[in-house]
């Protein structure tokens, strides 16, 4: 684990709690606890319960959430909709850092006490995606521009995948936060939406400070949690 993290585990692993059912949730986060440092909550749950079943999740748990929404609009926009957030007190807010220096300027100053979090380069996407929709670099030299941009604007962590760890790390320095989706044990034969992946131990040799891991580890889900947790001890492990 990279010095510097603050989050409830020795584990550098965030979970990301990708479900529409609230019970599941509460079930994966009281699971896995040991194992995991924080809970990832996207787009699909926030859009199933809003902020009420954030609230929810925090009344069942003290659990560190990373609230994953990656807001992108004009900065007066995204300004307040951080604000309609903010109180939920999560440990980390994304917003995407390809919606400018003001954009991220105007997250940080409106979630004063949240760690915003830039998103560089979906981890979806390949070199080929990036050229049809009108970036002229490939993903490592656009996600490095895009981790400046963001430190400038006074974001306290960026979301890279892994490919991108070690140029971005050499750009932000050793204590800024990087954040890396993307994460695959090396026995997972499963293929799924993301492009460009790595193994816990790599990612974390590259300079990651937190991995987010969903489907490798929630789909192990069993009632009373024994594979579940178990996989998640695994990961850690492999981390650590």
């Not at 929404?69 to 951080?82: E, Q, Y």
């Not at 997972?188 to 790595?198: C, F, L, Y």
């Amino acid at each position: 684990m990279r010095k510097g993290q603050t989050l409830t585990s020795n584990s550098p692993i965030i979970l990301a709690i990708d479900t529409p059912d609230l019970e599941i949730a509460r079930l994966w986060i009281q699971s896995t606890r040991d194992y995991i440092c924080g809970y990832k909550l996207g787009l699909e749950f926030f859009t199933t319960f809003g902020t009420e079943g954030v609230k929810k999740l925090r009344e069942a748990s003290d659990a560190d959430l990373f609230l994953d929404l990656k807001f992108h609009d004009i900065p007066n926009t995204v300004a307040k909709a951080v604000k309609q957030v903010a109180h939920l007190s999560p440990k980390f807010l994304t917003v995407h850092a390809s919606g400018g220096k003001a954009m991220v300027s105007a997250a940080v100053v409106n979630a004063p006490t949240v760690d915003i979090a830039a998103v560089t380069i979906l981890t979806s996407l390949t070199s080929v995606d990036l050229a049809e929709v009108g970036f002229a670099q490939p993903p490592l030299d656009s996600a490095v521009r895009l981790a400046q941009l963001a430190q400038a604007a006074g974001a306290r962590a960026v979301v890279c995948s892994p490919h991108e760890i070690a140029a971005v790390r050499q750009s932000v320095g050793p204590d800024f936060t990087i954040i890396t989706p993307g994460i695959r044990p090396a026995t997972d034969s499963k293929g799924d939406d993301q492009a460009r992946t790595m193994t816990p131990h790599d990612a974390m040799a590259l300079g990651a400070t937190y991995l987010v891991i969903g489907r490798p580890i929630t789909r192990h889900w069993t009632s009373g949690g024994e594979a579940m947790r178990a996989e998640a001890a695994h990961m850690a492990d492999q981390a650590c």
